[in-house]
């Protein structure tokens, strides 16, 4: 049939823009499965017409794309939970809740608190679905949670927190993303484990623990096993944060989360080993069924997380097109690896791993055979390295626009840090694949796992040298969205042009570095012809800012302020920089308004009467005497302020009918200026 011959990528495409329309207009279930059925009549009839008259083919190629766009729609509005009957947030209400769940996964702690998700099986005694946030306060916790456990908790079920301050990290976006909207705050008194469920999950975890505790027992350092719980059993939650910002900042962060790099460093080695069965009658049929089952086996064991799916799904398509009779076409099997995920879980497309994994293969597919062509050498030994040179090169360049506008840093050293890492991780996989599958059939192991100790540790200290060459590694660089998709038009524009150097090739790449410049223009005019005036919300301190273009005025009293994230975050994103930092004085004019700031030695009698006032440190004043006497326009009180005082004020102004604005509870408070 043809519409098998169909570009899969044209496919995947069109879905891929159903599913980004779904998310921005959130439509109705029943709408958009009515209209899927209708588009669905006249693909069926073009695709009958084709096939008797040629000329109807390019009515049907429309009919396919625009049926695959609406059907990109309706998965991702089908998987939305909330769209779900027996979901939890359907009738919920806003009191206490008696809800019963089972601990599914783990997520990294702070200093404060223990992280899990919770999979809804009631609230108050009726059936439910969907998925909580637990945050486990560490000072009342018996002891931690363990995958499998079931919990009854009677708490209150509240949203995530929103940003407080601009162009800020937006934590509950992120977990909407992965199908969580509220969480639950667990104290000593309000839960209770009341039994295990052994399902999967359980009976993994338990052979992870098994795993983890001989390795506990061998002595290996911390540093070191924490960096082998990441490798092998999937598990990142306990890696210092150190250690994590050297890997970061040495560019070898993916390192540290199974991904297509591992699963594919596994694939090729284990396809090498075998390659003998090749040979045997039906060995071509055995050896992809045998490399698959070993993939997915992993994949097990490492928890079955969101990226390790993704990868594996991702190289059992790469495996089966290798072993198909017919031409193999790497970009038809990513973009049927792509389709697939995306049908079965459309929110993979929000997920940064994601998106810089499929970028990156794309990208060495794609650029790395262009390297090749410039040159090869007739020593293995010197190939083998100049190999793992340019792939990592064209994979930077493919992930670079993706990094920029997600982390805001270039690790200048990145080629540095794979020709060592590569070769170093190449050699961890094979080591504690051998070490673990010992392990969990009772085999002594001490020879590699102390191989295995010895190599993880020369890594981290490679990583952590190349890392403390902080000259290399340029930090701080803005880049919105705009940015990104011209960027990635650019890229795409200038290795089209490489591969077949035609006229129009070059006037379209052309034309896409001329779009990333007047971007680049556009986005530092824009921001520099908004001028405001910012209160933060930080805890603990009083942080105010006035930009006017691109220079940016602080006003705080606390040491090292450029440094803070808020901050950091603001000039990344307004394209600006630091013209002052100043103490914070108690009167600011902003506009032709006056701010007046009262601090913790509570002093407000000035001769001109405020516009507006900003209530920082506790001050210990009587808010009702200030308004009468000062008349504001409205009252804002910051982060430095304690709780309990917030909600006095609250109060004081409603019964004054007076506008409060507490930072704490509704973010930043921003004025325009002139």
């Excluded at 495409?13 to 009515?34: H, Q, R, Y």
């Excluded at 096993?225 to 994590?244: H, M, S, V, W, Y």
């Excluded at 790469?318 to 079965?344: A, D, F, P, Q």
């Excluded at 000039?571 to 009167?587: E, H, R, T, W």
């Amino acid at each position: 049939m043809r519409v098998i011959k169909f570009p899969t990528l044209n496919i995947t495409l069109c879905v891929v823009l159903g599913i980004l329309a779904s998310n921005e207009v959130k439509p109705d279930i029943n709408s958009t499965c009515l209209l899927v059925s209708i588009l669905f009549i006249p693909f069926l009839l073009l695709f009958w017409l084709s096939n008797k008259k040629a000329t109807f083919r390019f009515y049907f190629g429309l009919s396919a794309y625009l049926l695959s766009f609406f059907v990109g729609f309706m998965v991702y509005t089908l998987h939305s939970k909330p769209n779900q009957q027996h979901h939890y947030s359907n009738n919920l209400k806003h009191e206490r809740a008696l809800v019963s769940g089972v601990i599914s996964e783990k997520i990294r702690p702070n200093q404060y608190v223990y992280k899990y998700f919770l999979e809804v099986e009631t609230v108050d005694k009726i059936d439910k679905t969907g998925k909580l946030l637990i945050v486990l306060s560490k000072k009342d916790a018996k002891k931690e949670f363990q995958i499998g456990d079931v919990v009854l908790a009677y708490a209150y079920l509240k949203p995530i927190t929103r940003p407080h301050n601009p162009y800020q990290f937006d934590y509950a976006a992120y977990l909407e993303k992965k199908d969580v909207y509220h969480q639950l705050y667990l104290e000593r008194n309000n839960y209770r484990v009341i039994g295990h469920e052994k399902h999967l999950n359980y009976k993994l975890e338990k052979i992870r623990n098994t795993i983890i505790t001989k390795l506990e027992n061998s002595k290996i350092p911390i540093d070191r096993l924490e960096i082998i719980k990441a490798l092998f059993l999937g598990q990142r939650q306990n890696i210092d944060q150190e250690t994590n910002n050297q890997y970061s900042q040495a560019g070898a962060i993916h390192v540290l989360a199974i991904s297509g790099l591992h699963i594919g460093i596994l694939l090729f080695f284990f396809k090498t080993l075998f390659k003998p069965l090749e040979r045997i009658r039906y060995g071509k049929i055995i050896l992809p069924i045998l490399l698959m089952l070993i993939l997915w086996s992993f994949a097990l064991l490492s928890g079955l997380s969101a990226s390790v799916v993704r990868a594996v799904t991702m190289f059992s398509f790469i495996t089966i097109g290798m072993y198909m009779k017919s031409e193999h076409n790497i970009y038809r099997t990513l973009g049927s690896s792509i389709l697939v995920l995306l049908l079965i879980r459309p929110n993979f497309l929000f997920d940064v791993g994601f998106q810089l994994s499929y970028c990156a293969v794309f990208s060495i597919v794609t650029i790395q055979p262009l390297f090749t062509k410039l040159w090869k050498s007739n020593n293995k030994i010197v190939q083998y390295f100049y190999e793992i040179l340019t792939v990592s090169f064209a994979a930077q360049i493919g992930v670079l626009p993706l990094s920029l506008y997600y982390f805001h840093q270039f690790p200048g050293l990145f080629f540095l840090t794979n020709l060592v890492v590569i070769p170093l991780l190449t050699l961890i996989l094979v080591c504690g694949m051998i070490a673990l599958l010992f392990v969990v059939i009772s085999i002594p192991t001490e020879i590699f796992i102390q191989l295995l100790s010895y190599l993880v540790g020369l890594m981290n200290r490679y990583v952590a040298f190349i890392s403390s060459l902080e000259d290399f590694i340029i930090k701080g660089i803005p880049f919105n969205l705009t940015l990104l998709f011209s960027s990635l038009f650019a890229i795409i524009g200038i290795i089209l042009w490489l591969k077949k150097p035609k006229y129009n090739r070059i006037v379209f790449a052309l034309i896409c570095i001329i779009s990333f410049q007047l971007s680049l223009i556009g986005s530092i005019a824009y921001h520099k012809s908004k001028n405001e005036f910012i209160i933060f919300q930080y805890p603990k301190q009083t942080i105010l800012a006035k930009k006017t273009d691109n220079s940016i005025t602080l006003f705080s009293n606390e040491k090292e302020i450029e440094t803070n994230y808020a901050i950091k975050n603001y000039l990344q994103a307004n394209f600006g920089q630091i013209d002052s930092i100043a103490k914070v004085q108690n009167i600011l004019q902003v506009n032709d308004k006056k701010l007046l700031i009262i601090d913790e030695k509570g002093i407000y009698n000035i001769p001109l009467k405020p516009n507006l006032i900003l209530l920082t440190q506790s001050p210990k004043i009587n808010l009702a005497r200030v308004i009468d006497e000062l008349n504001p326009t409205i009252i804002i009180a910051d982060g430095s302020n304690k709780k309990y005082l917030h909600d006095l004020w609250q109060k004081t102004c409603s019964q004054k009918n007076i506008p409060f604005h507490s930072t704490s509870e509704k973010g930043y408070y921003k004025i325009e200026l002139n």
